[in-house]
């Protein structure tokens, strides 16, 4: 099993909501990662998580928290987004994040704050 | 911070042609990725390149790590129409640890 899969596959929130998004990998992998990605554009990376802990945070604004329960999940916590936020959410994991690692990424969620 | 080149920034081929890209660096990376994006999907690896040199095929696709560690290329042979997409490269280095460097993407177009 070399997926990655995310749920849900499309979002529509108000700048007052909270939700979550959410990613699983049964892939035995321990770094996950959330990206964000504007069209046509190269995705950017937001969090990553090695064995379960926060190990990069790249200044992402605090309205998105990101949560790792378990090896196998990542959840990504919104909260009072604004329109400017609404964009393609990625998921990848590999193996490990301590040195070169191919990144698998997930479909997405395609988020729309109004 | 890296930066990455790549061009050209769009293809518009006829289908059976073959299609070459390329990503250019300042900075030396350890491994280069080649991923296809396609409209509203996640980027899906095509090749992987661990070493300076390395030549690598997948099926109609070959990728090479180029010598000085600071460029890579991909090529597509006799191109068909789901090759459609954009092709994103990414390098990463062990400096620069659980981080790739994402190249701005070619926007291949392929008329039947």
């Known amino acids: 099993d070399t997926e990655v899969t995310q749920t849900p596959k499309h979002l529509v929130m108000g700048m007052t909501n909270k939700k979550s998004l959410k990613c699983e990998q049964h892939?035995?992998?321990?770094?996950m990662y959330w990206y964000k990605q504007k069209a046509k554009k190269p995705p950017e990376l937001m969090f990553v998580?090695?064995?379960?802990?926060?190990?990069i945070n790249e200044s992402v604004p605090s309205r998105f928290s990101p949560e790792c329960p378990n090896s196998s999940l990542l959840n990504l916590h919104l909260h009072a987004l604004q329109p400017e936020d609404s964009a393609l959410y990625l998921c990848?994991?590999?193996?490990?994040?301590?040195?070169?690692?191919?990144?698998?990424f997930g479909p997405g969620t395609r988020l729309l704050v109004l | 911070g890296q930066q990455l080149n790549q061009s050209p920034q769009s293809m518009f081929i006829q289908e059976g042609e073959d299609v070459s890209m390329n990503c250019t660096s300042s900075?030396?990376?350890?491994?280069w990725l080649w991923y296809k994006q396609d409209p509203g999907e996640g980027p899906v690896l095509l090749i992987a390149?661990?070493?300076?040199?390395e030549l690598t095929s997948n099926g109609r696709l070959t990728a090479q790590f180029g010598i000085t560690r600071k460029d890579s290329f991909l090529n597509i042979s006799a191109s068909i129409p789901s090759d459609v997409g954009i092709y994103f490269c990414?390098?990463?280095?062990?400096?620069?640890?659980?981080?790739?460097?994402f190249g701005d993407g070619t926007t291949l177009t392929v008329k039947p």
């Open positions: 900075s030396i990376f350890n491994t």
């Open positions: 990848a994991s590999s193996q490990a994040a301590g040195g070169i690692e191919t990144q698998y």
């Open positions: 892939m035995g992998h321990r770094a």
């Open positions: 390149l661990y070493k300076a040199g």
């Open positions: 990414a390098g990463q280095s062990n400096t620069n640890a659980g981080k790739s460097t």
């Open positions: 998580y090695s064995y379960e802990k926060l190990s």
